[in-house]
């Protein structure tokens, strides 16, 4: 099946009412406000860079990836884009502005997002090489002639910046017939992408005046924005330039993990607290969020909660970081840390929609209670255990995974957006789908195809592995919405064809539809409504060509019980059988067992491994998937059977196997950190004795005061652990003199001891029972750096050891330089 993309918009001078009538201004109170009503102003959206570096090099036909990203950033209700240029691939070594197709790409970009009644904040400059993720190509731009620190303190770095912004300002749209400075669409204009001064403070503000100055002379009365979230000692030039706005960045847990990170993160976005907000000229400034994102993640939880944030602390314009265009998002090759996109993460992205809504209605400067308060507010809710985003109100129903809370008003609904199963869809599907009513009994349903992650998006990228493929797929669907009833007729918008709901059932296939209770063609493809048309539809064609299994054994199980088995199995047909074998089977046997794995729902497969088979310490076990005569094995990923005499199994998955009295091994790697910028831990992995297990080394390099170091482990457990009484930690050898040791639990809260060690003794048993709730030291570390590292919690939650997912150790008192601790074994007994 080809790509769709099914009718789009005609390219034509189209502008909404807001953007023809009025611009945006920034009022003595740094509010950003609409010059025609004088109305606050609220954006929320998505940074997006298809025009330049690696997602230009990586797409054939860019602006047809355009056209399909801009029409799902409208069905996401988007209102804001912002875009860093890369001026490497625009300019020329003294700044003058190049025609390129980078340039047309940009233009064709601003005119397409106007259209969809979305505005734009233009960062004019990034300062840096076009290479990310590649290496650097040479474009003669003026800024690969600089160190990112010069190039704004050089003379003719300055000289060329000011050549640049002039002419970029002036620069007219060829698709709009209007200059940049003069676009209704663009809010304003932020002069480069996080600037690295260092030196005289006194420079920098002379360089700010200065590219105002040269904003200025082309007749600008738009907004400029400055970065102030870097270059902290230089906060006071920026407030006291003639600015009206000034950005900052969210990126609450780190970037580049290199993996999927796990946990509950709310306490992480519970504050956005500005060290420097008493600064004079701070209030007078409009607030921006240019970037942000909880990256690393997949969860769909977090967007909604830091957006309450953002408005809490009086942001106006929020911009997530990065929305990855459609045509490359299978492979995440972008931005490794990003993953954003509609049709490949669309839990996270209807986590986005139901976001833009609490841009749009938390007012500016409202406060919540602290966390876990704040998880509820006004319509929202977000929950870490459900992995959900919600917006539930009379007329919006949105949900970024399953839910079983009822909408408020199901009679009074005239949009719906969702994922999976709620008290008003029953889907099987694993894409998002869209319901918005036209008039009584009658709705336009949008219907994604199915995302299937095979892999982890945030490993190392490749254009050659797919992280999440696309699967099309015919499942049944049930609607409750009253102004349907159980009765309603089925329109295909692209193949006119009709069916018919029985008891608000029938079954779908991804695209775009009709739903009426009475027939009418009232309504067609080419029907405006709102800022798309009835007809348009965009979604990556069917790519799963061979066989996935997404499966996690499980770390132990208790011997003599029975095992629940659970896999996501997905392919380019549903499988004939699915069948589960341990290690125990031989070509030469008769009695080989098996279990059978049947699809319970969606891509989902259960079944139970029964005590008899389990035998020793150890579980391993194979799933092979027979299809149309052919048979795949998993984990190693090949065509063969366990059974079939010229098959040789080279990779099980693998369960310890437990008594009761067994202690709970905690294993898996340590992840260390330090809480300050420069200073650093290094480790070195040695063993005792041969037969002993592995001891880390871990020696501290401190640079800084105050210097704290810790240790985080996922604790991977599925035991009941009520009987558990210790904590127990091997150090064979340590110089430093104590230690805080405990859990971070579902909640978020971390509960610890303290602990004296020395080289005297070497195993240490902390009673859990002694556990005190403590703050939650927050890492990776936030950026921007000026942000609360630890969270302290203001509501009492008792521990429960049942509800561990992280150990956490860290170091008491201030630590010397070289300090060392080994670290063996650690478990539960």
């Known amino acids: 099946m080809s790509l769709k993309a099914i009718p789009l918009l005609c390219m034509c001078l189209y502008f909404t009412a807001t953007f023809a009538q009025q611009t945006i201004y920034v009022d003595k109170s740094g509010v950003m406000r609409w010059s025609g009503n004088h109305q606050e102003a609220s954006f929320y959206g998505v940074n997006y860079t298809l025009p330049f570096a690696h997602a230009y090099r990586s797409v054939k036909d860019h602006k047809a990836a355009i056209d399909k990203d801009v029409y799902h950033f409208s069905r996401l209700g988007l209102n804001a884009y912002r875009i860093h240029i890369w001026d490497v691939e625009i300019t020329d070594s003294l700044g003058r502005l190049q025609q390129n197709e980078h340039l047309d790409l940009l233009d064709y970009l601003i005119a397409r997002v106007q259209q969809r009644g979305i505005s734009v904040l233009i960062t004019c400059m990034t300062n840096f090489g076009n290479g990310y993720p590649e290496r650097n190509e040479p474009t003669g731009g003026f800024s690969y002639l600089y160190d990112k620190c010069d190039v704004h303190r050089h003379p003719k770095a300055i000289a060329a910046q000011e050549t640049y912004v002039r002419q970029l300002l002036s620069h007219v749209n060829p698709y709009t017939g209007k200059a940049y400075k003069e676009e209704p669409a663009i809010v304003g204009f932020e002069i480069n992408n996080e600037p690295c001064h260092t030196g005289d403070p006194a420079l920098t503000k002379k360089y700010i005046s200065t590219m ?36 900052y960045q969210w990126y609450p847990i780190g970037l580049v993990a290199g993996h999927t990170r796990t946990g509950n993160f709310l306490p992480y976005v519970d504050q956005y607290n500005i060290p420097f907000s008493n600064e004079k000229g701070f209030a007078t400034k409009a ?36 929305y990855d265009p459609i045509d490359i998002a299978a492979y995440n090759t972008e931005y490794q840390t990003h993953y954003l996109n509609l049709a490949y993460t669309p839990r996270k992205a209807l986590s986005m929609k ?9 007012k500016r400067g409202e406060h919540f209670p602290a966390y876990p308060a704040d998880t509820a507010f006004g319509d929202f809710l977000v929950s870490y255990m459900q992995d959900l985003s919600l917006l539930n109100t009379p007329t919006q129903y949105f949900y970024s995974n399953n839910t079983a809370t009822p909408p408020v008003a199901p009679a009074q609904l005239t949009t719906v957006a969702g994922y999976g199963n709620s008290p008003v869809v029953k889907y099987e599907g694993t894409g998002a789908y869209f319901l918005d009513k036209l008039e009584n009994g009658v709705w336009r349903l949008e219907l994604m195809p199915d995302a299937v992650q095979v892999a982890d ?55 775009v539809y009709i739903l009426m209770k009475e027939d009418t063609r009232r309504w067609s493809a080419s029907s405006d409504w709102g800022h798309i048309k009835l007809g348009e539809y965009v979604a990556p064609p069917a790519q799963l060509k061979q066989f996935a299994v997404i499966h996690q054994p499980r770390t132990t199980v208790e011997g003599g019980k029975d095992i629940a088995i659970r896999a996501e199995i997905a392919g380019p047909a549903f499988p004939d059988s699915v069948i589960l074998q341990t290690d125990r089977v031989s070509f030469w046997s008769d009695r080989n067992p098996y279990i059978r794995l049947e699809r319970v729902h969606g891509y989902t497969y259960q079944g139970t491994i029964p005590a008899s088979m389990v035998k020793g310490s150890e579980l391993k076990y194979t799933i092979t998937i027979f299809t149309n005569g052919r048979k795949y094995t998993f984990p190693q990923q090949e065509a063969g059977a366990p059974l079939d005499w010229n098959f040789t199994v080279t990779r099980y998955w693998e369960t310890v196997v437990t008594t009761p009295a067994d202690p709970v091994i905690l294993d898996g790697e340590l992840e260390c950190f330090s809480m300050t910028d420069k200073s650093f831990m290094s480790a070195s992995r040695y063993r005792e004795h041969p037969y002993t297990a592995t001891v880390q080394r871990y020696t501290m390099h401190v640079n800084d005061d105050n210097a704290s170091f810790f240790w985080r482990k996922t604790v991977n457990n599925e035991r009941d652990l009520q009987a558990v009484k210790y904590l127990c930690i091997y150090i064979p050898a340590t110089t430093i003199k104590a230690l805080n040791v405990g859990f971070i639990t579902t909640d978020g809260y971390t509960y610890s001891q303290h602990l004296p060690i020395d080289n005297k003794q070497h195993i240490y048993k902390v009673p859990v029972a002694t556990l005190q709730q403590d703050s939650t030291a927050l890492l990776p570390r936030p950026y921007p750096v000026f942000l609360n590292r630890y969270f302290i919690p203001k509501t009492n939650i008792d521990f429960n050891i049942n509800n561990i997912e992280s150990l956490n150790i860290s170091t008491s008192d201030k630590v010397p330089d070289n300090a060392s601790i080994d670290i063996g074994a650690i478990w539960l007994e």
Not at 293 to 322: C, E, H, L, V
């Open 354 to 362: 139901i976001a833009a809504e609490v841009a749009k209605t938390v």
């Open 212 to 247: 105002v100055a040269a904003i200025k002379s082309t007749g600008n009365k738009k907004p400029v924005f400055y970065n102030v979230s870097h270059n902290q000692e230089h906060v006071p030039a920026y407030y006291s330039s003639d600015i009206q706005g000034t950005t």
């Open 287 to 322: 607030k921006a969020i240019y970037e942000f994102d909880p990256a690393d993640i997949t969860y769909s939880y977090m967007y909604p909660a830091m957006t309450r944030t953002f408005r809490s602390q009086g942001f106006q314009w929020i911009t997530q970081f990065a």
């Open 457 to 511: 998006p945030f490993a190392k990228p490749s254009p050659d592995k797919q992280v999440v493929s696309i699967a099309w797929n015919k499942w049944p669907m049930q609607l409750q919405l009253p102004d349907l009833g159980d009765h309603f007729m089925i329109r295909n918008l692209h193949s006119e064809r009709d069916t018919i709901a029985e008891k608000g059932a029938f079954s779908v296939s991804p695209g």
